[in-house]
Protein backbone atom coordinates (compact mmCIF):
# COMPACT_ATOMS: atom_id res chain seq x y z
CA UNK A 1 0.00 0.00 0.00
CA UNK A 2 1.70 3.21 -1.05
CA UNK A 3 3.04 3.88 2.32
CA UNK A 4 5.51 1.27 2.22
CA UNK A 5 7.64 0.85 0.17
CA UNK A 6 7.15 -1.87 -2.38
CA UNK A 7 9.50 -2.18 -5.23
CA UNK A 8 10.50 -5.56 -7.24
CA UNK A 9 13.62 -6.98 -6.69
CA UNK A 10 16.94 -5.36 -7.46
CA UNK A 11 19.95 -4.33 -5.20
CA UNK A 12 19.28 -0.80 -6.41
CA UNK A 13 15.47 -0.96 -5.30
CA UNK A 14 16.71 -2.69 -1.63
CA UNK A 15 19.05 0.53 -1.00
CA UNK A 16 16.24 2.89 -2.24
CA UNK A 17 14.05 0.58 0.31
CA UNK A 18 16.12 1.22 3.29
CA UNK A 19 16.73 5.00 2.88
CA UNK A 20 12.98 6.00 2.78
CA UNK A 21 12.16 3.61 4.81
CA UNK A 22 12.70 5.51 8.32
CA UNK A 23 11.11 8.93 9.80
CA UNK A 24 7.48 10.52 10.73
CA UNK A 25 5.33 11.89 7.92
CA UNK A 26 3.23 15.56 8.29
CA UNK A 27 -0.25 15.08 8.10
CA UNK A 28 0.43 17.13 4.20
CA UNK A 29 1.99 13.67 3.00
CA UNK A 30 -0.43 11.76 1.69
CA UNK A 31 0.93 9.22 0.28
CA UNK A 32 5.09 8.53 0.72
CA UNK A 33 7.95 6.87 -1.00
CA UNK A 34 7.26 3.81 -2.83
CA UNK A 35 5.00 4.76 -5.91
CA UNK A 36 5.75 6.79 -8.84
CA UNK A 37 5.76 10.68 -7.41
CA UNK A 38 4.76 11.49 -3.73
CA UNK A 39 0.82 13.30 -3.06
CA UNK A 40 0.80 15.53 -0.79
CA UNK A 41 -2.40 17.57 0.65
CA UNK A 42 -4.74 19.88 -1.99
CA UNK A 43 -3.93 17.37 -4.67
CA UNK A 44 0.24 18.11 -5.53
CA UNK A 45 2.14 15.65 -7.00
CA UNK A 46 6.09 15.65 -7.00
CA UNK A 47 8.64 13.35 -8.06
CA UNK A 48 12.64 13.89 -8.97
CA UNK A 49 14.41 12.26 -11.53
CA UNK A 50 18.62 12.30 -12.17
CA UNK A 51 19.79 11.87 -15.86
CA UNK A 52 24.17 11.43 -15.04
CA UNK A 53 26.55 11.70 -17.62
CA UNK A 54 27.88 8.11 -18.65
CA UNK A 55 25.10 6.62 -16.99
CA UNK A 56 22.09 7.54 -18.70
CA UNK A 57 23.19 9.05 -21.57
CA UNK A 58 26.19 10.11 -22.96
CA UNK A 59 27.12 13.10 -24.65
CA UNK A 60 28.23 11.93 -28.08
CA UNK A 61 24.57 10.53 -28.52
CA UNK A 62 22.85 13.66 -27.82
CA UNK A 63 22.76 16.80 -28.70
CA UNK A 64 22.22 19.05 -24.99
CA UNK A 65 18.81 20.33 -25.92
CA UNK A 66 17.75 16.61 -26.20
CA UNK A 67 19.91 15.74 -23.00
CA UNK A 68 17.69 18.15 -21.70
CA UNK A 69 14.26 17.28 -23.32
CA UNK A 70 14.66 13.63 -22.40
CA UNK A 71 15.81 14.22 -18.93
CA UNK A 72 12.78 16.25 -18.11
CA UNK A 73 10.55 13.54 -20.26
CA UNK A 74 12.03 11.13 -17.87
CA UNK A 75 10.74 13.52 -14.50
CA UNK A 76 7.40 14.15 -16.34
CA UNK A 77 6.55 10.48 -17.04
CA UNK A 78 6.42 9.79 -13.38
CA UNK A 79 3.47 12.22 -13.18
CA UNK A 80 1.66 10.42 -15.94
CA UNK A 81 1.79 7.86 -14.35
CA UNK A 82 0.24 9.29 -11.43
CA UNK A 83 -2.33 10.69 -13.68
CA UNK A 84 -1.30 13.88 -13.00
CA UNK A 85 -1.37 17.18 -14.64
CA UNK A 86 2.33 18.81 -14.97
CA UNK A 87 2.22 22.16 -13.55
CA UNK A 88 6.04 23.39 -13.37
CA UNK A 89 9.53 22.38 -13.10
CA UNK A 90 12.48 22.58 -11.28
CA UNK A 91 15.92 21.81 -12.61
CA UNK A 92 19.31 21.37 -10.86
CA UNK A 93 22.42 21.07 -13.15
CA UNK A 94 25.73 20.83 -12.57
CA UNK A 95 27.60 21.16 -15.83
CA UNK A 96 31.21 20.87 -17.01
CA UNK A 97 32.41 24.20 -19.28
CA UNK A 98 31.89 22.28 -22.69
CA UNK A 99 27.95 21.70 -22.02
CA UNK A 100 25.81 24.51 -23.59
CA UNK A 101 23.42 24.85 -20.16
CA UNK A 102 20.59 27.32 -22.22
CA UNK A 103 20.46 24.51 -24.85
CA UNK A 104 19.96 21.52 -22.09
CA UNK A 105 17.33 24.14 -20.58
CA UNK A 106 15.76 24.96 -24.11
CA UNK A 107 15.38 21.30 -24.06
CA UNK A 108 13.24 20.69 -20.98
CA UNK A 109 11.32 23.97 -21.22
CA UNK A 110 9.89 22.42 -24.64
CA UNK A 111 8.86 19.36 -23.23
CA UNK A 112 7.44 20.82 -20.18
CA UNK A 113 5.66 23.35 -22.30
CA UNK A 114 4.33 20.64 -24.29
CA UNK A 115 2.55 19.68 -21.31
CA UNK A 116 1.73 22.40 -19.73
CA UNK A 117 4.23 23.30 -17.69
CA UNK A 118 7.17 25.88 -16.86
CA UNK A 119 10.26 26.46 -15.23
CA UNK A 120 9.76 28.15 -12.16
CA UNK A 121 13.25 27.31 -10.16
CA UNK A 122 16.43 25.53 -10.11
CA UNK A 123 20.10 25.57 -9.28
CA UNK A 124 22.84 25.81 -11.40
CA UNK A 125 27.11 24.39 -10.60
CA UNK A 126 29.79 23.99 -12.48
CA UNK A 127 30.73 19.95 -12.69
CA UNK A 128 34.28 18.95 -12.27
CA UNK A 129 33.05 15.13 -14.04
CA UNK A 130 29.91 14.53 -15.87
CA UNK A 131 26.67 16.82 -16.40
CA UNK A 132 23.90 16.09 -14.11
CA UNK A 133 20.36 17.04 -14.69
CA UNK A 134 18.42 16.61 -11.88
CA UNK A 135 14.29 17.61 -12.68
CA UNK A 136 11.95 18.18 -10.45
CA UNK A 137 8.33 18.21 -11.93
CA UNK A 138 4.95 19.12 -9.88
CA UNK A 139 1.70 18.55 -10.60
CA UNK A 140 -1.84 18.14 -9.80
CA UNK A 141 -4.31 15.54 -9.82
CA UNK A 142 -7.58 14.96 -7.83
CA UNK A 143 -7.31 10.85 -8.10
CA UNK A 144 -4.02 9.77 -8.00
CA UNK A 145 -3.28 6.61 -9.27
CA UNK A 146 -0.76 4.57 -7.15
CA UNK A 147 0.71 0.57 -7.99
CA UNK A 148 -0.87 -1.12 -5.49
CA UNK A 149 -4.40 -1.77 -7.19
CA UNK A 150 -4.39 -4.83 -8.74
CA UNK A 151 -6.68 -7.36 -8.48
CA UNK A 152 -6.87 -11.08 -9.37
CA UNK A 153 -8.58 -11.35 -13.27
CA UNK A 154 -7.43 -8.17 -13.96
CA UNK A 155 -6.13 -7.29 -17.89
CA UNK A 156 -2.40 -5.69 -17.71
CA UNK A 157 -2.07 -2.84 -20.85
CA UNK A 158 0.63 -1.00 -22.14
CA UNK A 159 0.67 2.36 -24.31
CA UNK A 160 2.81 2.45 -27.35
CA UNK A 161 5.35 0.40 -28.80
CA UNK A 162 8.36 -0.85 -26.56
CA UNK A 163 12.23 -1.49 -26.96
CA UNK A 164 13.03 1.29 -29.45
CA UNK A 165 15.05 3.41 -26.98
CA UNK A 166 16.62 0.46 -25.78
CA UNK A 167 17.70 -0.32 -29.43
CA UNK A 168 19.24 2.94 -29.92
CA UNK A 169 21.72 2.47 -26.69
CA UNK A 170 22.52 -0.99 -27.96
CA UNK A 171 23.01 0.30 -31.38
CA UNK A 172 25.32 3.02 -29.68
CA UNK A 173 27.20 0.65 -27.60
CA UNK A 174 27.97 -1.41 -31.04
CA UNK A 175 29.68 1.14 -32.21
CA UNK A 176 26.90 2.18 -34.75
CA UNK A 177 24.37 4.57 -35.27
CA UNK A 178 20.34 3.81 -34.51
CA UNK A 179 17.75 3.90 -36.87
CA UNK A 180 16.27 7.66 -36.82
CA UNK A 181 12.91 5.93 -35.39
CA UNK A 182 15.35 4.28 -32.43
CA UNK A 183 17.00 7.58 -31.83
CA UNK A 184 14.06 9.63 -31.46
CA UNK A 185 12.52 7.07 -29.02
CA UNK A 186 16.20 7.71 -26.56
CA UNK A 187 16.14 11.63 -27.38
CA UNK A 188 12.72 12.54 -27.18
CA UNK A 189 10.20 10.70 -25.84
CA UNK A 190 6.82 11.30 -25.10
CA UNK A 191 5.32 11.84 -21.45
CA UNK A 192 2.01 9.91 -21.92
CA UNK A 193 0.22 12.88 -19.91
CA UNK A 194 -2.84 13.49 -21.80
CA UNK A 195 -3.31 9.30 -22.27
CA UNK A 196 -3.04 8.71 -18.34
CA UNK A 197 -5.70 11.42 -17.68
CA UNK A 198 -8.13 10.10 -20.36
CA UNK A 199 -7.52 6.41 -18.98
CA UNK A 200 -8.50 7.89 -15.12
CA UNK A 201 -11.63 10.26 -16.38
CA UNK A 202 -12.77 6.73 -17.87
CA UNK A 203 -12.43 5.32 -14.35
CA UNK A 204 -11.31 2.11 -15.66
CA UNK A 205 -7.48 2.17 -14.23
CA UNK A 206 -6.56 -0.21 -11.42
CA UNK A 207 -2.91 0.85 -10.70
CA UNK A 208 -0.30 2.10 -12.94
CA UNK A 209 3.25 3.18 -13.46
CA UNK A 210 5.30 4.23 -16.17
CA UNK A 211 7.99 1.98 -18.01
CA UNK A 212 11.42 3.53 -16.88
CA UNK A 213 13.46 0.42 -15.94
CA UNK A 214 11.59 -1.96 -18.64
CA UNK A 215 8.64 -3.98 -18.78
CA UNK A 216 10.00 -6.52 -16.63
CA UNK A 217 11.17 -4.57 -13.96
CA UNK A 218 8.04 -2.14 -13.71
CA UNK A 219 5.29 -5.17 -13.89
CA UNK A 220 7.18 -6.31 -10.99
CA UNK A 221 7.19 -3.27 -9.15
CA UNK A 222 3.23 -2.65 -9.99
CA UNK A 223 2.75 -6.49 -8.45
CA UNK A 224 4.40 -6.20 -5.43
CA UNK A 225 2.80 -3.34 -4.39
CA UNK A 226 -0.52 -5.08 -5.22
CA UNK A 227 0.68 -7.82 -4.20
CA UNK A 228 -0.53 -9.94 -6.82
CA UNK A 229 1.34 -11.99 -9.69
CA UNK A 230 1.64 -11.08 -13.62
CA UNK A 231 1.53 -12.60 -16.54
CA UNK A 232 2.61 -11.22 -19.43
CA UNK A 233 1.98 -12.91 -23.28
CA UNK A 234 4.95 -12.70 -25.47
CA UNK A 235 2.81 -12.57 -28.44
CA UNK A 236 0.86 -9.78 -27.08
CA UNK A 237 3.89 -7.78 -26.30
CA UNK A 238 3.87 -4.41 -28.96
CA UNK A 239 7.68 -4.64 -30.49
CA UNK A 240 9.22 -1.42 -31.89
CA UNK A 241 9.21 -1.56 -35.49
CA UNK A 242 12.58 0.30 -34.85
CA UNK A 243 13.45 -3.20 -33.31
CA UNK A 244 13.81 -4.91 -36.98
CA UNK A 245 17.44 -5.32 -37.35
CA UNK A 246 17.63 -7.37 -33.63
CA UNK A 247 17.00 -10.87 -33.84
CA UNK A 248 13.35 -12.46 -32.19
CA UNK A 249 15.42 -13.40 -28.52
CA UNK A 250 17.11 -9.95 -28.41
CA UNK A 251 13.92 -7.50 -29.72
CA UNK A 252 11.81 -9.51 -26.63
CA UNK A 253 14.59 -8.83 -24.19
CA UNK A 254 15.00 -5.44 -25.08
CA UNK A 255 11.15 -4.71 -25.04
CA UNK A 256 11.09 -6.56 -21.57
CA UNK A 257 14.28 -5.48 -19.92
CA UNK A 258 15.89 -2.39 -21.79
CA UNK A 259 13.85 0.50 -20.24
CA UNK A 260 13.40 4.39 -20.67
CA UNK A 261 10.19 3.75 -23.02
CA UNK A 262 8.49 6.13 -20.52
CA UNK A 263 5.15 4.42 -22.24
CA UNK A 264 2.37 3.90 -19.45
CA UNK A 265 1.89 0.12 -17.86
CA UNK A 266 -1.73 -0.19 -16.32
CA UNK A 267 -3.92 -2.15 -15.07
CA UNK A 268 -7.93 -2.56 -15.17
CA UNK A 269 -10.76 -4.75 -15.16
CA UNK A 270 -11.33 -7.20 -17.93
CA UNK A 271 -11.38 -5.58 -21.66
CA UNK A 272 -12.04 -2.51 -19.97
CA UNK A 273 -10.25 -0.40 -22.52
CA UNK A 274 -11.65 1.26 -26.10
CA UNK A 275 -8.52 -0.13 -28.47
CA UNK A 276 -10.04 1.81 -31.23
CA UNK A 277 -11.36 4.68 -29.53
CA UNK A 278 -7.83 5.19 -27.39
CA UNK A 279 -6.01 4.84 -30.95
CA UNK A 280 -8.25 7.24 -33.15
CA UNK A 281 -7.67 9.44 -29.82
CA UNK A 282 -4.08 9.90 -28.92
CA UNK A 283 -2.45 8.48 -32.27
CA UNK A 284 -0.55 5.71 -30.05
CA UNK A 285 -1.91 2.51 -29.45
CA UNK A 286 -3.06 0.11 -26.57
CA UNK A 287 -2.71 -3.33 -25.77
CA UNK A 288 -3.17 -5.99 -23.42
CA UNK A 289 -0.25 -7.29 -22.58
CA UNK A 290 -1.30 -9.87 -19.70
CA UNK A 291 -3.35 -10.66 -16.75
CA UNK A 292 -3.50 -10.59 -13.09
CA UNK A 293 -3.29 -13.67 -11.03
CA UNK A 294 -3.09 -14.61 -7.50
CA UNK A 295 0.76 -15.14 -6.19
CA UNK A 296 4.14 -12.89 -6.88
CA UNK A 297 6.59 -12.42 -9.79
CA UNK A 298 6.39 -11.35 -13.07
CA UNK A 299 6.07 -14.41 -15.75
CA UNK A 300 5.95 -14.58 -19.51
CA UNK A 301 3.84 -17.41 -20.93
CA UNK A 302 4.24 -18.48 -24.70
CA UNK A 303 1.98 -19.69 -27.33
CA UNK A 304 1.99 -23.12 -26.10
CA UNK A 305 1.04 -21.76 -22.69
CA UNK A 306 4.59 -22.65 -21.37
CA UNK A 307 5.14 -19.85 -18.25
CA UNK A 308 8.26 -18.90 -17.10
CA UNK A 309 9.12 -16.41 -14.53
CA UNK A 310 11.39 -13.56 -15.44
CA UNK A 311 13.64 -11.16 -14.21
CA UNK A 312 15.00 -7.75 -14.34
CA UNK A 313 18.81 -8.77 -15.77
CA UNK A 314 20.20 -9.20 -19.17
CA UNK A 315 20.62 -5.36 -20.36
CA UNK A 316 22.14 -2.97 -17.80
CA UNK A 317 20.39 0.21 -18.41
CA UNK A 318 22.60 1.68 -15.95
CA UNK A 319 25.76 0.66 -17.94
CA UNK A 320 25.67 2.90 -20.36
CA UNK A 321 28.87 4.47 -19.41
CA UNK A 322 30.86 0.91 -18.50
CA UNK A 323 33.04 0.07 -21.39
CA UNK B 1 8.10 41.76 -7.95
CA UNK B 2 8.96 37.88 -7.81
CA UNK B 3 7.88 37.41 -10.88
CA UNK B 4 10.73 38.54 -12.94
CA UNK B 5 13.93 37.40 -11.98
CA UNK B 6 16.17 39.88 -9.65
CA UNK B 7 19.13 38.71 -9.12
CA UNK B 8 22.11 41.03 -8.16
CA UNK B 9 25.32 40.96 -10.47
CA UNK B 10 26.97 37.82 -11.21
CA UNK B 11 27.83 35.56 -13.92
CA UNK B 12 26.09 32.64 -12.78
CA UNK B 13 23.12 34.74 -12.32
CA UNK B 14 22.80 36.19 -15.87
CA UNK B 15 22.93 32.55 -16.87
CA UNK B 16 20.09 31.87 -14.39
CA UNK B 17 18.35 35.11 -15.63
CA UNK B 18 18.29 34.13 -18.97
CA UNK B 19 17.03 30.17 -18.54
CA UNK B 20 14.19 30.93 -16.31
CA UNK B 21 12.82 34.29 -17.90
CA UNK B 22 10.75 32.74 -20.71
CA UNK B 23 7.62 30.55 -20.71
CA UNK B 24 3.90 30.87 -19.68
CA UNK B 25 3.41 30.22 -16.09
CA UNK B 26 0.46 28.35 -15.12
CA UNK B 27 -2.28 29.71 -12.31
CA UNK B 28 -1.41 27.32 -9.52
CA UNK B 29 2.43 29.21 -9.64
CA UNK B 30 1.84 32.39 -7.63
CA UNK B 31 5.69 33.14 -7.10
CA UNK B 32 8.15 31.81 -9.89
CA UNK B 33 11.75 31.95 -11.02
CA UNK B 34 13.56 34.59 -8.71
CA UNK B 35 13.28 33.98 -5.13
CA UNK B 36 14.77 31.80 -2.63
CA UNK B 37 12.10 29.37 -3.45
CA UNK B 38 9.06 28.97 -5.87
CA UNK B 39 5.20 29.79 -4.18
CA UNK B 40 2.48 27.36 -5.74
CA UNK B 41 -1.40 27.99 -4.48
CA UNK B 42 -2.84 26.51 -0.94
CA UNK B 43 0.52 27.71 0.07
CA UNK B 44 2.92 25.61 -0.87
CA UNK B 45 6.37 26.31 -1.50
CA UNK B 46 9.10 24.33 -3.09
CA UNK B 47 12.87 24.87 -3.92
CA UNK B 48 16.04 22.50 -5.09
CA UNK B 49 19.80 22.60 -4.19
CA UNK B 50 22.56 21.06 -5.87
CA UNK B 51 25.65 19.82 -3.79
CA UNK B 52 28.80 18.84 -6.04
CA UNK B 53 31.40 17.26 -4.62
CA UNK B 54 34.88 19.55 -5.15
CA UNK B 55 32.78 22.53 -6.07
CA UNK B 56 30.44 22.70 -2.75
CA UNK B 57 32.69 20.45 -0.46
CA UNK B 58 35.77 17.87 -0.52
CA UNK B 59 34.95 14.41 0.56
CA UNK B 60 38.33 14.52 2.66
CA UNK B 61 36.76 17.50 4.80
CA UNK B 62 33.79 15.85 5.82
CA UNK B 63 32.17 12.31 6.92
CA UNK B 64 29.16 11.42 4.54
CA UNK B 65 26.92 12.02 6.86
CA UNK B 66 27.71 15.34 7.23
CA UNK B 67 27.72 15.99 3.64
CA UNK B 68 24.06 14.70 3.49
CA UNK B 69 23.34 17.22 6.50
CA UNK B 70 24.87 19.92 5.14
CA UNK B 71 23.20 19.41 1.35
CA UNK B 72 19.60 19.26 3.25
CA UNK B 73 20.37 22.17 5.29
CA UNK B 74 21.11 24.65 2.37
CA UNK B 75 18.14 23.43 1.01
CA UNK B 76 15.89 23.83 4.01
CA UNK B 77 17.32 27.34 4.50
CA UNK B 78 15.85 28.34 1.12
CA UNK B 79 12.59 27.73 3.02
CA UNK B 80 13.16 29.36 6.20
CA UNK B 81 13.92 32.50 3.64
CA UNK B 82 10.02 32.50 2.37
CA UNK B 83 9.23 31.79 6.00
CA UNK B 84 7.86 28.73 5.13
CA UNK B 85 7.53 25.72 7.62
CA UNK B 86 9.31 22.62 6.14
CA UNK B 87 7.03 19.46 5.54
CA UNK B 88 9.05 17.17 3.27
CA UNK B 89 12.07 16.83 1.07
CA UNK B 90 13.36 15.04 -1.71
CA UNK B 91 16.51 12.96 -2.52
CA UNK B 92 18.20 12.61 -5.77
CA UNK B 93 21.93 11.50 -5.54
CA UNK B 94 24.81 10.31 -7.65
CA UNK B 95 27.37 8.55 -5.91
CA UNK B 96 30.66 6.96 -6.64
CA UNK B 97 30.85 3.53 -4.95
CA UNK B 98 33.12 4.61 -2.18
CA UNK B 99 30.44 7.23 -0.87
CA UNK B 100 28.18 5.43 1.77
CA UNK B 101 24.59 6.77 0.37
CA UNK B 102 22.77 5.24 3.66
CA UNK B 103 24.97 7.60 5.77
CA UNK B 104 24.54 10.71 3.06
CA UNK B 105 20.78 10.22 3.52
CA UNK B 106 21.07 9.64 7.67
CA UNK B 107 22.65 13.30 7.31
CA UNK B 108 19.85 14.31 5.10
CA UNK B 109 16.93 12.49 7.31
CA UNK B 110 18.76 13.72 10.47
CA UNK B 111 18.77 17.35 9.81
CA UNK B 112 14.82 17.05 8.07
CA UNK B 113 13.48 15.77 11.03
CA UNK B 114 14.92 18.65 13.09
CA UNK B 115 12.51 21.24 11.57
CA UNK B 116 9.47 18.38 11.04
CA UNK B 117 9.79 17.33 7.62
CA UNK B 118 10.60 13.64 6.46
CA UNK B 119 11.95 12.10 3.29
CA UNK B 120 9.04 11.23 0.57
CA UNK B 121 11.05 10.20 -2.65
CA UNK B 122 13.85 10.53 -4.58
CA UNK B 123 16.56 9.10 -7.17
CA UNK B 124 19.33 7.18 -7.02
CA UNK B 125 22.15 6.66 -9.79
CA UNK B 126 26.19 5.26 -9.81
CA UNK B 127 28.28 8.27 -10.89
CA UNK B 128 30.95 7.87 -12.49
CA UNK B 129 32.38 10.93 -11.25
CA UNK B 130 31.66 13.16 -8.05
CA UNK B 131 29.01 12.86 -6.05
CA UNK B 132 26.48 15.12 -6.81
CA UNK B 133 23.08 15.35 -4.35
CA UNK B 134 19.74 17.74 -5.25
CA UNK B 135 17.50 17.84 -2.17
CA UNK B 136 13.99 19.43 -3.33
CA UNK B 137 12.50 21.00 -0.28
CA UNK B 138 8.84 21.49 0.23
CA UNK B 139 7.11 23.86 2.58
CA UNK B 140 3.89 25.81 3.39
CA UNK B 141 3.09 29.19 4.71
CA UNK B 142 0.33 31.56 3.94
CA UNK B 143 2.87 34.73 4.24
CA UNK B 144 5.77 34.10 2.06
CA UNK B 145 8.34 36.45 2.44
CA UNK B 146 10.10 37.46 -0.63
CA UNK B 147 13.05 39.60 -1.57
CA UNK B 148 11.39 42.54 -2.62
CA UNK B 149 9.90 44.82 -0.19
CA UNK B 150 12.79 46.47 1.10
CA UNK B 151 12.15 50.27 1.31
CA UNK B 152 14.55 53.45 2.02
CA UNK B 153 14.78 54.02 5.77
CA UNK B 154 13.98 50.44 6.21
CA UNK B 155 16.87 48.84 8.64
CA UNK B 156 18.95 45.35 7.34
CA UNK B 157 19.60 42.61 9.53
CA UNK B 158 21.02 39.47 10.04
CA UNK B 159 20.79 36.26 12.20
CA UNK B 160 23.80 34.57 13.83
CA UNK B 161 27.14 35.32 13.12
CA UNK B 162 29.37 35.43 9.94
CA UNK B 163 32.76 34.21 8.60
CA UNK B 164 32.53 30.95 9.83
CA UNK B 165 31.78 28.51 7.71
CA UNK B 166 34.15 30.12 5.07
CA UNK B 167 36.78 30.11 7.34
CA UNK B 168 36.25 26.69 7.76
CA UNK B 169 37.16 26.44 4.00
CA UNK B 170 40.08 28.87 3.91
CA UNK B 171 41.61 26.81 6.47
CA UNK B 172 41.46 23.14 4.41
CA UNK B 173 42.13 24.98 1.18
CA UNK B 174 46.10 25.89 3.09
CA UNK B 175 45.85 22.61 3.81
CA UNK B 176 44.98 23.08 7.85
CA UNK B 177 42.37 21.93 10.21
CA UNK B 178 39.97 24.69 10.96
CA UNK B 179 38.61 24.66 14.47
CA UNK B 180 35.86 22.82 15.67
CA UNK B 181 33.75 25.64 15.52
CA UNK B 182 34.16 26.73 11.96
CA UNK B 183 34.27 23.20 10.97
CA UNK B 184 31.17 22.39 12.51
CA UNK B 185 29.76 26.02 10.84
CA UNK B 186 30.80 24.51 7.53
CA UNK B 187 29.30 20.63 8.03
CA UNK B 188 25.76 21.26 10.26
CA UNK B 189 24.64 24.35 9.55
CA UNK B 190 21.61 25.62 11.11
CA UNK B 191 18.80 26.22 9.00
CA UNK B 192 16.68 29.49 10.37
CA UNK B 193 12.93 28.22 10.31
CA UNK B 194 11.82 29.10 13.63
CA UNK B 195 13.49 32.13 13.64
CA UNK B 196 12.03 32.87 10.42
CA UNK B 197 8.78 31.69 11.32
CA UNK B 198 9.11 33.97 14.65
CA UNK B 199 9.71 37.69 12.60
CA UNK B 200 7.00 36.89 10.31
CA UNK B 201 4.48 36.14 13.05
CA UNK B 202 5.27 39.64 14.56
CA UNK B 203 4.79 40.98 11.24
CA UNK B 204 8.05 43.18 10.98
CA UNK B 205 9.46 41.55 8.20
CA UNK B 206 9.69 43.63 4.61
CA UNK B 207 11.81 41.23 2.80
CA UNK B 208 14.25 38.47 3.84
CA UNK B 209 17.19 36.21 2.02
CA UNK B 210 19.25 33.78 3.48
CA UNK B 211 23.30 33.86 3.01
CA UNK B 212 24.27 31.36 0.96
CA UNK B 213 26.35 33.45 -1.59
CA UNK B 214 27.98 35.47 1.29
CA UNK B 215 26.07 39.19 2.36
CA UNK B 216 27.36 40.94 -0.10
CA UNK B 217 25.88 39.07 -3.10
CA UNK B 218 22.94 37.87 -1.05
CA UNK B 219 22.19 41.78 0.19
CA UNK B 220 22.38 42.58 -3.53
CA UNK B 221 20.16 40.28 -4.55
CA UNK B 222 17.89 41.39 -2.35
CA UNK B 223 18.27 45.18 -2.63
CA UNK B 224 17.97 44.19 -6.51
CA UNK B 225 14.86 42.75 -6.51
CA UNK B 226 13.02 45.78 -3.78
CA UNK B 227 15.25 48.19 -6.53
CA UNK B 228 16.90 49.94 -3.61
CA UNK B 229 20.34 50.22 -2.23
CA UNK B 230 21.67 48.99 1.33
CA UNK B 231 24.49 49.88 3.11
CA UNK B 232 26.12 48.16 5.39
CA UNK B 233 28.26 49.11 8.44
CA UNK B 234 31.47 47.56 8.73
CA UNK B 235 31.77 48.08 12.70
CA UNK B 236 28.08 46.46 13.04
CA UNK B 237 29.21 43.29 11.32
CA UNK B 238 28.63 40.16 13.88
CA UNK B 239 31.84 38.51 13.10
CA UNK B 240 32.13 34.88 14.08
CA UNK B 241 34.64 33.88 16.77
CA UNK B 242 36.05 31.31 14.40
CA UNK B 243 37.49 34.17 12.59
CA UNK B 244 40.24 34.71 15.81
CA UNK B 245 42.90 32.91 13.57
CA UNK B 246 42.61 36.04 10.51
CA UNK B 247 43.18 39.20 10.68
CA UNK B 248 40.75 42.17 10.43
CA UNK B 249 40.43 42.63 6.70
CA UNK B 250 40.57 39.09 5.78
CA UNK B 251 38.13 38.07 8.46
CA UNK B 252 35.77 41.12 6.98
CA UNK B 253 36.57 39.53 3.65
CA UNK B 254 35.21 36.29 4.86
CA UNK B 255 32.29 37.28 6.87
CA UNK B 256 30.85 39.71 3.36
CA UNK B 257 31.65 37.27 0.51
CA UNK B 258 32.39 33.73 1.91
CA UNK B 259 29.13 32.52 1.84
CA UNK B 260 27.47 29.20 3.27
CA UNK B 261 26.59 30.79 6.58
CA UNK B 262 22.45 30.14 6.01
CA UNK B 263 21.93 32.73 8.50
CA UNK B 264 19.01 35.06 7.43
CA UNK B 265 19.56 38.73 6.14
CA UNK B 266 16.18 41.04 6.76
CA UNK B 267 14.69 44.04 6.34
CA UNK B 268 12.24 46.41 8.85
CA UNK B 269 10.81 48.99 9.88
CA UNK B 270 13.31 51.05 12.18
CA UNK B 271 14.51 49.17 15.00
CA UNK B 272 11.68 46.79 14.67
CA UNK B 273 12.67 44.03 16.06
CA UNK B 274 13.56 43.20 19.56
CA UNK B 275 17.63 42.11 20.18
CA UNK B 276 17.13 41.22 23.50
CA UNK B 277 13.97 38.93 23.34
CA UNK B 278 15.00 37.21 20.17
CA UNK B 279 18.75 36.18 21.22
CA UNK B 280 16.33 34.87 24.34
CA UNK B 281 14.10 32.97 22.73
CA UNK B 282 16.12 31.09 19.81
CA UNK B 283 19.90 31.42 21.74
CA UNK B 284 20.98 33.05 18.60
CA UNK B 285 21.94 36.54 17.90
CA UNK B 286 20.28 39.34 15.75
CA UNK B 287 22.23 42.41 14.73
CA UNK B 288 21.35 45.36 12.90
CA UNK B 289 23.69 46.00 10.45
CA UNK B 290 22.73 48.90 8.16
CA UNK B 291 20.40 50.56 6.39
CA UNK B 292 18.01 50.93 2.96
CA UNK B 293 18.04 53.94 0.91
CA UNK B 294 17.27 54.80 -3.12
CA UNK B 295 19.57 53.70 -5.19
CA UNK B 296 20.91 50.09 -6.20
CA UNK B 297 24.37 48.35 -4.88
CA UNK B 298 25.64 47.51 -1.81
CA UNK B 299 27.74 49.48 0.15
CA UNK B 300 29.92 49.80 3.13
CA UNK B 301 30.26 52.52 5.87
CA UNK B 302 33.10 52.80 8.07
CA UNK B 303 33.22 54.37 11.31
CA UNK B 304 34.74 57.62 9.62
CA UNK B 305 31.37 57.98 7.18
CA UNK B 306 33.39 56.47 4.33
CA UNK B 307 31.33 54.71 2.16
CA UNK B 308 32.01 52.52 -0.66
CA UNK B 309 30.48 50.34 -3.25
CA UNK B 310 31.50 46.33 -2.41
CA UNK B 311 31.40 44.00 -5.37
CA UNK B 312 30.70 40.17 -4.32
CA UNK B 313 34.24 38.75 -5.98
CA UNK B 314 37.24 38.21 -4.04
CA UNK B 315 35.88 35.15 -1.88
CA UNK B 316 34.68 32.12 -4.75
CA UNK B 317 32.88 29.54 -2.77
CA UNK B 318 32.55 27.96 -6.42
CA UNK B 319 36.31 27.21 -6.03
CA UNK B 320 36.51 24.58 -3.94
CA UNK B 321 37.54 22.21 -6.30
CA UNK B 322 39.95 24.15 -8.14
CA UNK B 323 43.39 22.85 -7.08
Redesign the interface.
Known sequence: MGCGVNLGPGR?FD??R???G?????P??QI??GDD??V???G?V?????S?????FRRAWLSDEEIGYRAAAGALSDLAAMAATP??V?????APPAVD??AV?AGI?EV??SV???????????????L?I?V?V?G?TDWPVQRNGAEPGDHVWVTGRLGAAAAAVRTWMAGEEPTAAARAAFARPTPRVAEARCLVEYEVVDAMIDLSDGLAGDAGHLGAASGVAITLEVDRLPLSDALGAFDRAESLDLALRGGEDFELCFVTDPDAVDVEDFRSRFGVEVTRVGTVSEGAGVWLVDAEGKREPIGRGGFDH?GA?DS
Chains 1, 2 share one sequence.
Open positions: ELIRIVEGVRAEVGPAALSDWVSTDMVEDVHVCLVSCAVENRAAGASVVGGDLSRSPGPVDVLRWG
